[in-house]
């Protein structure tokens, strides 16, 4: 019986901490010392609902019964959760003189600006009210006293009491935010209880303890930009991405994304620090956003740039996950690194780097599965066990992959970390071959131009400028998509461009309908004031220079067949041939330095293959034989 009079003692208190009259404490102290008597007298060891209730119904007369069910439910409640749940409680409105003196300057306030009915002014009164007395019955002796933690017991207490809890709670806000205002409480209190009803507001409480101990270990690095300066930038910072050119959804998501952020750093008094957001997002990132989880994972890098550099940088994008290059083991990370930055410095592209990550990634990872964890142990039999194990889908993609890799070899007899001469146990060369041209079709060239006829969205005008230039001048997709402002000549109505491939300056000659298509993208759809000189830009916020895919996506939102760009450049060479140039003249407009690889495209031109072949008789051939007999 020893818990049964312990928890019996807990109600008690709860009906006075919440400020229950004395008749109503004294009906449940009877209940509680009669259920106890009839349980020893039924032998009965421990408390049962059922029991309890029975009890109630069978042996307590009918006027005190309604009282005592709700005493036996209270107690119930103990043994259930340990406390009384919100349901069975009341909180009967009395509080301090301090309080209803906020509380009528709150309601005196709102009511001048003449947007609510007495109705509901009363009824903010009452769950103004309401509040004031569950904080001071739990301890909170002024309003300048209010934290999270009494905001999140009266959330739990609002839930289990009303299906509305919401609509009070939203008052409440109101309220909370009047107080901030002025400085009575703290400024993310009435912004909590906005939150809170959705469910987006954390705690270190809510991380793993790993997390919450990372955090914990960084405290001291965020003391130095303290969470109510960093809600004070939120302004800014969202006013940036408008001028930027964002658009409403991601403007509109910013402010949102960071007051959450916000509301955890003020709980816990941490300030903001990079390192604390990156593991509170990943720990609460999924749950709080969901689909949304990319939106705001950008929102944090973007706020980031603008902590660093004061403003933000469209372009900039974070790496999010680890590849397998970070994952290498540490016998070789190092070794990996250095010669990474090797070709940095040499100043190769961003794909080609990304290339040699790839390539020496697959080439250590077996390294270290077959065992080795030095350099000391490459030989030649692992290189060649290596080079027979690889497969690609083409020699030439072997080709590839193995020149790279033997670069880094050669790398590391530099060094004096392997033999020298060890890069020779691993070829790096195949057989030349041959592949069929292929070309746009007729339905395609159709389909190309109908699309671009009747552009008239801002996509629409970039796709039909890229794709009049490809079929106008068969430039390959990174001259098109590097091309500049200046390198549209209009009185000559030709482009300059200095190709990519070679690095050889050349000039196309554009017909009319390209250069209408390229001004119409320029007067409609290009974004002014981005400080680009590339020609072709984002349609939307960031506005900078697109990528090969843009070629791509052009042609299959077209409607051709494929997205591969180079078929237009091929289809160009071969109706360039058709219509009578000469092969040099035919290199010439493809930007070619010689003619070896126009025949290519000779092949296409089936009416004058036509003419090419002798006939048997020129040959001296015989046609007699067994084909020639007559039956």
Known sequence: MMHFKDNASFVIQTLKKYRYGPRAIMMSEECFASLMLSMEDKDVSSFSLQYALDWCREEVTRYKRPQYENAILRLADVYDCGRVRANRLVIYQNPSESCRKLIDSYLSDISDEGRYTQMHLENIRHSVTQFCCFAEYNGVCRVEDIDYDILEQYDQFMRESSKAFYINEGLVSGFLKYLADRNVCRRGCGIFMHYIESGKCTSLKDLTPRAANAIEDRR?????????????????????????????????????????????????????????????????????????????????????????????????????????????????????????????????????????RICVTRFLQHLDGAGIRSFIGLCPEVIKDFNLRDRHKTPEAKNAYNSRIRKFIIYLELKGIVHAGMHFALPCSSASGEKLVETLSEGDISAIQRYCSSASSPLALRDAAILLIALDTGLRSGDIIGMKLSSIGWKEKCVRVIQQKTGVERVFPMETATCNAIYRYLRDARR???????????????????????????LLRAGASSGSIHRARKTFGSLTLNSGSSVEETAMMLGHSGTSNVHKYVSLDSGRLRLCPLSLCETGLSIKGRYDRHE
């Open 220 to 356: 001291e690095d965020s003391g130095c930009f303290p969470a109510d300066e960093f809600y004070e930038t939120i302004f800014d910072f969202t006013e940036r991405a408008v001028s930027a050119g964002y658009s409403k959804t991601v403007t509109d998501s910013l402010p949102y994304h960071l007051t959450i952020l916000y509301l955890f750093l003020d709980r816990e008094g941490l300030g903001y620090d990079r390192g604390i957001v990156e593991t509170w997002f990943s720990e609460t990132g999924l749950r709080l956003f969901g689909r949304g989880i990319l939106m705001a994972r950008r929102t944090y890098e973007m706020y980031d740039d603008y902590t660093r550099e004061g403003d933000i940088l469209p372009l900039h994008w974070w790496k999010h996950t680890e590849t397998g290059f970070d994952r290498l083991p540490s016998w070789c990370k190092a070794e990996a690194d250095a010669f990474v930055s090797c070709k940095q410095k040499e100043g190769w592209g961003k794909s080609t780097i990304g290339m040699y």
């Open 528 to 554: 002014r004031g981005t400080g680009h000189d590339a020609l072709f830009l984002g349609i939307k916020a960031p506005y900078g220079p697109v990528d090969h895919s843009a070629c791509r996506c052009a």
